[in-house]
């Protein structure tokens, strides 16, 4: 069989952020008011001109080469190096990287002094000793959520990543880069949906997450997402951005997880199920309730946020504000774009989203963002990984090198892109470890405090 | 045998002269604590850049104040310095010292041709005590003469500086000087982002506070 027939049909992250504009025509027949916002000029560009880091990914399955396909629309990036241990993933990435040097061993990208930035998108379990190993070798590293399947390796890449201030580190947590959050955010903290009441999210996608191979070694390791050992299923490998996104807009950390899983569908002899549901308690007392299935596709991925006065969905790249009947008004509504959602109206949340921007500029059509969420979270991480190195560069061409603390206190201070850090990375990756545990048990599990410090 | 004798006594002279000189200046090297500030006008808001990295050098005579209360008598005083910022190193910040735009800092970058120039140099060519401190907590007032190259074009800038020795053995450095964007051919930026609605204005004011102490150096380059 060709292997190109193996490639987990369908399971691509890009999914999480379909194109906008048949969301926008499929929302505007039900009717909400659309939150987003308005396409960053330099964004769109692809970040400062000038800026060229030399990046090497590794780990070419699926969203590997899917990483590699968005570094060749970024102009700050230029991949130099594209590694996977299996030869086949290789070749089938090199079309996109065609000036890339085409490696099977990690060690050759380590050695490599002229790539600058390394993105791992391997297996969550073989995340640890790539990360520690490229930091160690001085490179910025980009590695993809959640960081890993135990908490002793979630500790220790993010230990890593603390102990070197110099270098760049990034979690996979791409919304935590997506402009249209970063739009949301303030407007969500402000308080204008009133007191907080529930988050709910959903994952749901038809497909069987088995990969076949004539080899049945690589089969197995095809299939890792299906091995309870090396795996934290639907809940960790699926909800861990939606979950953390959750964190980010609450400002609470998970307390407790109840969880469920069950095959229902691909009975295949899996051991991991195929549809999850979750419970996750936060610290201010709400409650976000999850549930994701590879046995359906209907309502695909969106994210609520429910207030005393008002709701918010998030499907992709857009967002909709919902108002209660006695909500208080808050006055820009009344100018805002209107969509139809069944038997609501969704109020637009969106950046020039007015009817009276309109008629000042004369109808002028304004596109929700066509970029994804990962590629806003690659433009950054080069981004920084091109100032931390120019931060560090300046500094001990100004005081020299022997005053690491100073160092450390200066990068410290170096304005960055937005992006996730290694703590809200290891935190969001404790979190579904621990919902994974929930639902293997089926039973609630409390996340202690203390296990989201490093130690 | 006279002429080694004649070589010997002259080399012993040059190499006491070079004790002399040494023994009376002191080297002064960049230290962390330092901050340089741009601030500008625009059609729209008042703007202001910053960065916390001066590098450079400070050679001084035996008349600069080195202590908090040192005796120093009005006049010139010898001294030779260079100093240099990163101008990537600053950074548009808002009035209360939050990061602002990466937008305006590229703008900024782009402007000052910092591809080419990646450094601001400020050398020091005359210093003359105007003022001694009051007390030892208060400044030396000096007068300064030095050039300035910004995207590589040079002006001569006479500025008034104030000298403050410290008790741990480091100098702050402090002055405030006004300049035009368009004596150093920088085009006052009318970012396109904004549909070239927004001018900023000529004149910038230049504030730093450069803090140096007995310590190796870094040459500028």
């Keep these: 069989m060709n292997e190109n027939q193996n490639i987990l049909p369908g399971f691509n992250r890009r999914d999480f952020i379909k194109s906008g504009s048949s969301l926008a025509a499929a929302m505007a027949m039900m009717g909400g008011v659309r939150l987003f916002a308005q396409t960053n000029a330099a964004s769109a560009a692809g970040g400062k001109p000038g800026i060229k880091v030399k990046v090497a990914v590794v780990g070419l399955g699926t969203w590997g080469r899917e990483i590699v396909r968005t570094l060749a629309r970024l102009p700050s990036a230029q991949v130099v190096a594209i590694c996977d241990k299996y030869p086949a993933s290789v070749r089938r990435a090199a079309p996109d990287a065609p000036d890339a040097a085409q490696l099977e061993k990690f060690e050759a990208v380590l050695e490599n002094k002229e790539i600058s930035a390394v993105v791992i998108a391997t297996p969550t379990h073989q995340h640890k000793d790539l990360v520690v190993a490229a930091l160690k070798a001085g490179k910025h590293v980009y590695c993809e959520a959640p960081l890993a399947h135990t908490v002793d390796d979630a500790r220790a890449i993010a230990n890593a990543a603390k102990a070197a201030p110099q270098l760049a580190f990034q979690p996979g947590l791409q919304l935590r880069s997506d402009p249209q959050r970063h739009f949301l955010l303030p407007f969500i903290r402000s308080g204008a949906l009133g007191t907080w009441v529930a988050g709910r999210a959903q994952w749901h996608k038809k497909m069987s997450w088995r990969a076949n191979s004539p080899n049945p070694e690589r089969e197995k390791e095809l299939n890792w997402r299906l091995d309870p050992a090396l795996s934290l299923g639907l809940i960790g490998e699926l909800s861990c951005h939606q979950i953390d996104q959750a964190t980010w807009f609450f400002n609470e ?19 991991i199920p195929d549809t999850v549901q979750a419970l996750i308690e936060y610290s201010n007392g709400v409650q976000l309730s999850y549930d994701a299935t590879l046995a359906n596709s209907f309502d695909a991925d969106y994210e609520m946020f429910y207030g005393s006065d008002s709701a918010i969905m998030l499907r992709e790249s857009s967002a909709w504000l919902f108002k209660e009947v006695d909500a208080p008004l808050l006055g820009w509504e009344v100018y805002a774009k209107k969509e139809n959602f069944y038997k609501e109206t969704g109020i637009v949340l969106k950046v020039g989203g007015s009817k009276a921007l309109d008629q000042v500029q004369q109808q002028q059509v304004q596109e929700p963002y066509t970029n994804t969420p990962l590629y806003f979270a690659l433009e950054n991480f080069l981004r920084n990984s091109f100032d931390i190195a120019g931060a560090a560069e300046d500094f001990k061409a100004t005081f020299g090198d022997d005053d690491p603390a100073a160092l450390k206190d200066h990068l410290s201070k170096v304005h960055r892109q ?14 579904v470890i621990k919902a994974a545990e929930a639902v293997r048990a089926g039973e609630r599990v409390q996340i202690p405090a203390e296990l989201y410090e490093l130690t | 045998m006279k002429l080694r004798t004649l070589i010997a006594a002259n080399l012993m002279i040059a190499l006491a002269g070079t004790v002399v000189v040494q023994a009376q200046t002191t080297r002064l090297g960049a230290k962390p604590g330092s901050k340089m500030r741009i601030e500008g006008t625009s059609n729209v808001h008042d703007w202001q850049v910053e960065g916390k990295l001066i590098g450079g050098y400070l050679e001084v005579g035996k008349d600069f104040p080195l202590e908090p209360g040192a005796k120093a008598t009005p006049g010139k005083i010898e001294v030779k310095g260079e100093a240099f910022v990163p101008v990537r190193s600053m950074a548009s910040i808002e009035k209360d010292g939050r990061s602002y735009s990466t937008k305006m800092d590229d703008i900024m970058y782009e402007k000052m041709l910092a591809t080419a120039n990646p450094k601001i140099f400020y050398r020091l060519s005359e210093l003359t005590l105007k003022e001694t401190a009051k007390d030892k907590d208060s400044p030396y007032l000096f007068d300064s003469k030095g050039e300035l190259v910004v995207a590589g074009i040079t002006n001569q800038v006479a500025m008034p500086v104030s000298i403050l020795p410290l008790a741990d053995g480091k100098v702050k450095i402090s002055g405030k000087t006004d300049l035009k964007m368009t004596d150093f051919k920088i085009e006052p930026p009318a970012p396109k982002i904004a549909l070239g609605l927004i001018k900023t204005g000529d004149p910038v004011t230049i504030i ?12 500028a380059k």
């Design chain 1, 253 to 271: 950390k998970p307390k407790s997880v109840f969880g469920l899983g069950k095959t229902t569908f691909w009975r295949d002899g899996r051991e």
């Design chain 1, 418 to 431: 937005p992006a996730a850090d290694f703590l809200e990375g290891y935190q969001a990756t404790i979190a």
């Design chain 2, 208 to 219: 730093f506070d450069w803090m140096v102490g007995p310590a190796k150096s870094v040459a």
